[in-house]
C-alpha cells in the first residue's frame, strides 16, 4: 500500500496531521537535526528544530494535490473550532517555517514564512501545463535536505 493510499485510509484530519508530524521528526531526527515539541498543545508551533546551534520554529503541514497538475497545496492559516465558530489566524512572526509534506510525491520541504501566501501556498513539482514559470515555487528551492544545507553553510 502507497503512503498516499494509507493517507487516504485516515479518515480524520487530526490523524493526518499527527502521521505528518512524525514523518517530519523522524526525517529530521535521520538528517542529524535536534527536535523539541512544545510542553503543550498551544503553541503556533509544532516543532523546533535545532540546525548548527540556531533554533528554527517549525509549523508543520500535510500538502494536498492542488488540481493534479503537478502542484501541491497547503494552508498557511491555522482554524481552530470555538464555541462562536471558527478562529482563523496567521502565523507572521510565530513560526520560522512551515514543515511542509507532499504526500503524493513523498517529499518534505521548509517553506520560510515569508515565502508563503496569506491562507495558501502552492509548491511546483511539474511545470506547468501553460508553462508559467514566473513567481512559482519549485520544490527543488524548498526540499529538505536543501534548506538543510543552507542553514548549515550559513
Do not use: C
Not at 496531521?17 to 527536535?35: C, F, K, N, Y
Not at 509544532?46 to 488540481?67: I, N, P, S
Request: glycine share 8%; no cysteine.
Amino acid at each position: 500500500m502507497s503512503r498516499s493510499e494509507q493517507y487516504d485510509r485516515l479518515d480524520e484530519p487530526q490523524k493526518r496531521g499527527q502521521a505528518t508530524e512524525a514523518i517530519v521528526t523522524g526525517e529530521l531526527i535521520a538528517r542529524d537535526v535536534s527536535v523539541l515539541r512544545p510542553a503543550y498543545d498551544n503553541e503556533p508551533y509544532d516543532l523546533v528544530a535545532e540546525v548548527d546551534g540556531g533554533f528554527y520554529r517549525l509549523q508543520v503541514k500535510t500538502a494536498y494535490d492542488g488540481k493534479r497538475d503537478g502542484a501541491v497545496v497547503f494552508r498557511t492559516r491555522s482554524v481552530r473550532t470555538k464555541s462562536e465558530g471558527y478562529e482563523r489566524e496567521g502565523y507572521d512572526g510565530k513560526i520560522d517555517y512551515f514543515a511542509v509534506y507532499n504526500v503524493g510525491e513523498e517529499e518534505i520541504y521548509l517553506v520560510p514564512i515569508e515565502d508563503t501566501g496569506a491562507t495558501t501556498t502552492s509548491i511546483r513539482y511539474e511545470p506547468a501545463a501553460n508553462n508559467n514559470r514566473e513567481n512559482v515555487n519549485w520544490h527543488t528551492e524548498y526540499r529538505l535536505d536543501t534548506v538543510l544545507s543552507h542553514l548549515r553553510s550559513g
